[in-house]
């Protein structure tokens, strides 16, 4: 997940390794789950060796990726008039904290390069923090669950498709939010 908001995105705040302290508890694992996005240079490709990205990454293991869907953008009218995305939803066991692996998934964006020119710019790849754990976060630099992941199609399909039974803290089950986004362009692509 991005941080919060703001009208002009900033970088992320340092790279994942010079930043990550050493854990504390390495024997407690954590459920996460990141939304893999992107909409330039071969949406296609980059959304699968993203998916390889996340199983390579240290300190997590990959559980499962959704299958790849197409959907049109949704958002403001700067995201709209852009092409169409690729999304998938994983999920994984992580020894990270929430801060670490947010770090972790804007080194991977940097890796696919990923800039951040302007809010809602087109995008080489999107790696959004949605849930972890049951946890709430409400920090400057992240915010946990996802704070739009219950309005958009290309979050709610992916997700329940993975893990059917999922639950957004402070919003219920994840499925009940599927007539807020049916009228959401969206399609699963064959594999």
Do not use: K
């Amino acid at each position: 997940m991005r941080r919060a908001e703001t009208a002009a995105p900033q970088e992320p705040r340092t790279n994942a390794a010079a930043s990550t302290p050493p854990l504390t508890d390495s024997s407690s694992e954590h459920l996460a789950y990141v939304a893999l996005g992107a909409n330039l240079a071969d949406p296609l490709a980059q959304v699968r060796a993203a998916g390889r990205a996340l199983a390579d990454l240290p300190e997590c293991r990959l559980l499962r990726l959704s299958s790849l869907y197409r959907t049109a953008p949704v958002g403001s009218r700067t995201i709209r008039g852009q092409a169409d995305f690729i999304n998938a939803v994983a999920s994984l066991h992580t020894r990270l904290s929430p801060a670490q692996l947010l770090d972790a998934l804007f080194a991977i964006e940097r890796l696919f390069g990923r800039r951040r020119e302007y809010h809602h710019a087109p995008r080489t790849l999107d790696l959004d923090l949605l849930l972890y754990d049951e946890r709430i976060v409400d920090s400057q630099w992240l915010r946990v669950p996802h704070p739009r992941m219950h309005l958009r199609a290309f979050v709610i399909a992916p997700l329940l498709e993975i893990a059917p039974q999922s639950r957004i803290p402070g919003r219920g089950l994840a499925a009940a939010w599927l007539p807020a986004v049916s009228s959401q362009s969206i399609e699963r692509l064959a594999e």
